[in-house]
Each structure stands twice: as structure tokens, then as C-alpha cells.
């Protein structure tokens, strides 16, 4: 008769120091568990809300900086110098 998976993995649980023997708990006690145990999956839509906003807001001042003249003017000499290198 062949071995089912389930079989098989409650064997190699035994087997491993996770496996502790002790009884189920009953339905109240896990479904606390679960939830003081469990942390949180992802944001909900207002954390994306303020996210996004965050994010356009720090793209506004970078696209300030980044068109400023002394910004400007030092990326072009940056890039200048870059093509007259010698090689």
C-alpha cells in the first residue's frame, strides 16, 4: 500500500525538533493565536494614499534640485569634462 503525502510528512515532522507531540488546541485558543501571532501582510489603501502622495511630493523637490542652475550648470561641466577625456 503506498505511503500518502500526509503520511509521509507528519513522519519527517516526528522525526524533527519542530514535531512537540502536544495535543490540538481547541478552535477559540488557535484562532487567537493566529491573530496575536500574525503580523501585518501589506498596506491598506490609505498607507498607499500617503505613500503616493510622499513619493510625488520628494519627485517635485528632486525635479526642483535637479533644474536649479548651480544643479544644472555642474551637471554639464560633469558631462563635458566626461567627453574631452583623453584616452
Same mark, same amino acid.
Given at each position: 500500500m503506498e505511503t500518502k503525502f500526509w503520511d509521509r510528512a507528519v513522519a $519527517?515532522? =516526528?522525526?524533527? &525538533?519542530?514535531?512537540? +507531540?502536544a495535543p490540538?488546541?481547541?478552535?477559540w485558543s488557535a484562532r487567537w $493565536?493566529? =491573530?496575536?501571532? &500574525?503580523?501585518?501582510? +501589506?498596506?491598506?489603501?490609505?498607507?498607499y494614499a500617503v505613500g503616493t502622495i510622499a513619493a510625488c511630493a520628494f519627485a517635485a523637490v528632486l525635479y526642483k534640485v535637479v533644474n536649479s542652475g548651480p544643479v544644472m550648470?555642474?551637471?554639464q561641466s560633469l558631462v563635458e569634462d566626461a567627453l574631452d577625456a583623453k584616452f
Open positions: $519527517a515532522l =516526528r522525526g524533527s &525538533r519542530l514535531f512537540t +507531540g490540538a488546541r481547541s478552535a $493565536a493566529g =491573530r496575536l501571532g &500574525r503580523s501585518d501582510q +501589506g498596506m491598506t489603501t490609505s498607507e550648470s555642474a551637471l
